[in-house]
């Protein structure tokens, strides 16, 4: 359908001031219903008139308030932050290790089991740490990367997430199989809080999954290897008594030392 | 000008992706074109600070993106939609950019009006609350645009937007990046020559990592008019012409050095 004419910039004017003769502006009104090019041309000239600030005030106050009736909260944000392995498949795999170390504490003793749930617990943060950040564990990754918060920032954010949930489950799990030998129920924080950090540490090198790999490998080697008989002997050496707890406490404070000067690292992908 | 980027490589394993790269951007929206495997996403992933060059220096609003410290405030004004946008599918859409004004720092009491803003923008304000994995392919790619935006950027890079648009929302997608073009300095790579002639104001051609055609789409246009290259559309063959052109610079080249 081809128009016969538009509205021009003068018509639009004398139609803003209120100037144009009574059946011209019928007709633009009638023009302008069906057209838009006019129609922005038209409210173009009517925001420039002295209604154009009242008008914006309106709608400046009309937006304030639609928009704070849908506030962000606070907690939501904390709960993306946290990360894909708080929500995902590492949460159901913590439930099932704690579980587990249960039914095992009812068929064949505590000692055994606890001795059992100390040598995985260090394991199971720094798979969720491996699970919570980087090109393979978050989709939005290559996003992240390109924003001043995705780096250190987000994988500390993500690990506190991991340590919130797993550090109290782990230890209650714990402490609900009786000790009768076995190292005391939080005797694995330590450790685990050093595996975990030294993943940190490392992953700007090696990657996430590799360093985690790493870590977590070299922790279970060392406490079930050579021989599976003896991990309650082996447990005790590595976790009871002030010397070892101190020395993992030294060993989180130096990986602790070792990501603070490798931040900067987390600036780059891989 | 708030991109300076002079003697850029970036190199994958073996192949070149980037050679010696001499380019300047400033205000406007600014197209880059080019075969597939061009090097159009590896320059984009250098401009969003993502993808790291083998060599040369990347100036970026001014300052050196080589340096950790000022990297970190280039990143703050920047706005990035990847080739491949990744989302999380449970995320209502409004959640979801909420979240990326977080990771670039907006300040907290500005996030929810920031949101609302941008996905006016795009025109998915009545989907905000609609969850991410309802959303169809243009409606996600909308999203994408809507995160890029949402702290007012002042280096906008969009790694192929259109993709999944339909004519109508790439009708209103280009007025979109005429309005940011006036204030920010847009970068968009795309297949579609159609998209750089309507909407921006000044043309880069990439062929094998190397910088093949700079100009206007008028001035790609006229290329067009006077060649007798492939296309429906003059620009089109101006695409095509400007390319043949400089293939055929690069063989006289080669000829040289032998």
Redesign the interface.
């Known amino acids: 359908m081809s128009r016969q004419w538009h509205t021009s910039e003068a018509q639009a004017a004398r139609y803003a001031a209120g100037s144009l003769p009574e059946p011209d502006a019928w007709s633009l009104e009638r023009h302008l219903e069906s057209c838009a090019d006019c129609a922005s041309r038209v409210s173009a000239a009517v925001r420039a008139t002295a209604a154009g600030a009242v008008l914006a005030d309106v709608r400046a106050a009309v937006?304030?308030s639609?928009?704070?009736e849908?506030?962000?909260s606070r907690f939501?944000?904390l709960l993306?932050?946290a990360g894909?392995a708080v929500?995902g498949a590492w949460s159901a795999a913590l439930l099932v290790v704690a579980g587990a170390a249960l039914l095992l504490g009812q068929f064949r003793g505590a000692p055994e089991a606890r001795t059992l749930l100390l040598a995985l617990a260090p394991v199971v943060p720094v798979a969720g740490v491996a699970l919570s950040y980087g090109p393979h564990a978050?989709?939005?990754?290559?996003?992240?990367?390109?924003?001043?918060?995705?780096g250190l920032r987000?994988a500390l954010t993500r690990t506190a997430g991991v340590l919130a949930v797993s550090l109290p489950v782990l230890t209650l799990t714990g402490l609900l199989l009786p000790a009768s030998g076995a190292p005391a129920a939080a005797a694995w924080l330590l450790p685990g809080l050093a595996l975990t950090l030294a993943t940190l540490a490392l992953a700007p090198l090696t990657g996430f999954r590799t360093a985690s790999a790493v870590t977590a490998c070299g922790w279970l080697c060392a406490v079930l290897a050579p021989s599976p008989d003896e991990i309650g002997a082996r447990l005790a050496r590595c976790l009871d008594g002030a010397p070892a707890q101190s020395a993992w406490g030294a060993a989180v404070a130096l990986s602790a030392l070792l990501l603070a000067a490798r931040r900067?690292a987390y600036?780059?992908?891989h | 000008m708030s991109v300076r980027v002079t003697g850029l490589c970036v190199r994958h394993r073996r192949t070149v992706a980037l050679d010696s790269v001499d380019l300047e951007l400033g205000a406007g929206v600014h197209g880059l074109l080019g075969p597939n495997g061009a090097g159009k996403t590896s320059l984009i992933r250098v401009l969003?600070?993502?993808g790291?060059p083998s060599a040369g220096r990347v100036e970026l609003l001014g300052r050196n993106s080589d340096s950790?410290r000022e990297?970190?405030?280039i990143?703050?004004r920047?706005g990035?939609l990847?080739q491949?946008?990744?989302?999380?599918p449970?995320?209502t859409v409004?959640?979801f950019v909420?979240?990326?004004a977080?990771?670039?720092?907006v300040p907290a009491d500005r996030?929810?009006?920031a949101?609302?803003r941008a996905l006016r923008r795009v025109g998915l304000a009545d989907r905000?609350?609609a969850k991410m994995r309802t959303l169809s392919g243009g409606m996600i790619r909308r999203v994408g645009i809507a995160?890029a935006v949402v702290n007012d950027p002042s280096l906008l890079l969009l790694d192929e937007p259109t993709a999944g648009l339909d004519p109508e929302q790439r009708v209103e997608f280009r007025e979109l990046l005429r309005e940011l073009g006036t204030s920010a300095t847009v970068v968009v790579s795309t297949h579609l020559v159609e998209d750089v002639a309507a909407a921006c104001t000044e043309v880069t051609l990439l062929d094998e990592g190397r910088i093949a055609y700079r100009g206007t789409p008028a001035a790609l246009t006229r290329l067009g008019e006077t060649s007798d290259g492939p296309g429906d559309h003059p620009i089109e063959r101006g695409y095509t012409a400007a390319l043949r052109a400089h293939r055929a610079r690069g063989v006289t080249d080669a000829r040289e050095t032998v």
């Not at chain 2, 491949?84 to 999380?88: H, R, T």
């Not at chain 2, 977080?102 to 720092?105: F, S």
């Open positions: 937006l304030a639609a928009v704070r849908v506030p962000v939501a944000r993306w932050a894909p929500r978050d989709p939005l990754h290559e996003l992240a990367a390109s924003t001043p918060g995705g987000l900067t600036d780059r992908t | 969003a600070t993502v790291r950790p990297r970190s405030g990143r703050g920047l990035y990847p491949e946008f990744g989302f999380y449970a995320f409004r959640e909420a979240y990326v977080w990771l670039k720092e996030v929810p009006a949101v609302e905000a609350d995160q």
